[in-house]
């Protein structure tokens, strides 16, 4: 059954640091979506990207974030400079054009010094 | 008004007992309804979901009950069984998925 997949599993930085999130969508998916959870809390959406765009991002990704679709298979998240508060859970969804469902990777954990 | 309302926080039921989760919403251009299970370490995988057209949904042990005018909705675990213990989001679209802050289930033996 595909699935979607992200690497790194567990990621540890320095806070001022740059990172680099990637996921592998469900081959044939079109929308692409990256989400956090904080410890504890809820799911939150980040930002959406369709045909090579953001179609969607809510007020939590601000300049420091940047997505990103460089070949026909990656879609990345970038934070340029990760402050302590961006320690969470990230998650990778994707959908395909016909059905509603979304498609959560296993996340990666990133966590801020 | 993006907002999804969810409770209880946590749960505990016995094995073989109905666990009910519930959820309320504003806006009224929400216009898909999924219900998440998340067990530690891995990601919201999509147990159940409804269109707002419809009152109710099931399939096997899991049900959803849409009531449109009071803009609310529900999850109903039949027969809960240990394996069940996880946490529960349920959610809302509208372009993008909002999410509740989730039910920890515990489902005792």
């Known amino acids: 059954e595909p699935e979607v997949t992200q690497t790194p599993s567990h990621q540890v930085t320095q806070m001022g640091q740059e990172v680099i999130l990637r996921c592998v969508p469900i081959?044939?998916?079109?929308?692409f979506y990256w989400y956090r959870q904080i410890l504890g809390q809820k799911v939150e959406f980040l930002v959406s990207?369709?045909?090579?765009?953001?179609?969607?991002k809510s007020e939590i990704f601000d300049d420091q974030f940047s997505v990103e679709r460089p070949d026909g298979s990656n879609f990345t998240l970038k934070i340029r400079s990760t402050k302590l508060e961006d320690s969470a859970m990230y998650f990778c969804?994707?959908?395909?054009?016909?059905?509603?469902?979304?498609?959560f990777g296993p996340g990666t954990r990133l966590t801020v010094l | 008004q993006q907002q999804v309302k969810q409770s209880p926080q946590s749960l505990i039921v016995q094995k073989g007992g109905i666990s009910i989760i519930n959820c309320a919403y504003e806006n009224t251009a929400f216009d898909y309804f999924p219900w998440y299970q998340q067990f530690p370490g891995k990601g919201p995988a999509l147990l159940i979901a409804i269109r707002p057209d419809v009152s109710e949904k099931k399939e096997g042990r899991f049900t959803i009950s849409f009531n449109k005018s009071a803009k609310q909705f529900s999850l109903h675990i039949m027969d809960s069984q240990p394996g069940d213990s996880a946490t529960y989001f349920c959610a809302a679209r509208f372009q993008k998925l909002v999410f509740g802050t989730g039910t920890r289930l515990l489902v005792s033996p």
């Open positions: 081959s044939n998916h079109l929308y």
């Open positions: 969804a994707s959908k395909g054009l016909i059905y509603n469902e979304q498609f």
């Open positions: 990207f369709y045909n090579n765009e953001i179609s969607e």
